[in-house]
């Protein structure tokens, strides 16, 4: 299964670094490779957000839209996502946020597997690389909303 870890410091405030995360219609403005983003429910719950999302990811020929349940964690700063539905037969998804003196730390963690073996194989020589370009992405979209 590819699995792949990444950290950025990012010049904002945590919490619109944990909004821009939430905010997850947005991601086909300027997440690489997502095409759509569908919301299907968003509940507050107190201490959790619980949110039920589709993604189309794609690049090609290829194109796939996954569903996934998004669980913010209030207490600890923290997004965990697991898989529903699509290509993805396993998918650990933790995004942590913590407050530092120059602005904020993310920490972003992946562990999946797809259900076709072959692009499984395909995926994991080139997934550190696909996650750096999507935390890019994240720090670039940031830079661009909140740094003054």
């Known amino acids: 299964m590819p699995r792949a870890s990444v950290m950025r410091l990012i010049e904002c405030d945590k919490a619109q670094l944990i909004d821009l995360v939430l905010d997850i219609e947005q991601y086909p403005a300027f997440v690489p490779f997502c095409i759509d983003a569908k919301v299907y429910e968003k509940k507050d719950t107190g201490d959790f957000v619980n949110i039920i999302a589709d993604l189309t990811i794609g690049k090609g020929f290829f194109k796939d839209t996954y569903k996934s349940d998004v669980k913010f964690n209030k207490k600890d700063n923290s997004i965990y996502v697991t898989n529903i539905d699509g290509p993805l037969k396993h998918l650990d998804n933790k995004w942590t946020f913590k407050d530092h003196r120059k602005g904020a730390e993310i920490y972003f963690d992946v562990d999946f597997e ?10 994991t020589t080139s997934f550190q690389y696909g996650l750096d370009k999507i935390a890019d992405a994240f720090q670039d979209r940031a830079n661009k909303l909140f740094k003054s």
Do not use: E, G, P
């Open 114 to 123: 797809i259900k076709n073996k072959f692009l499984n194989i395909m995926m």
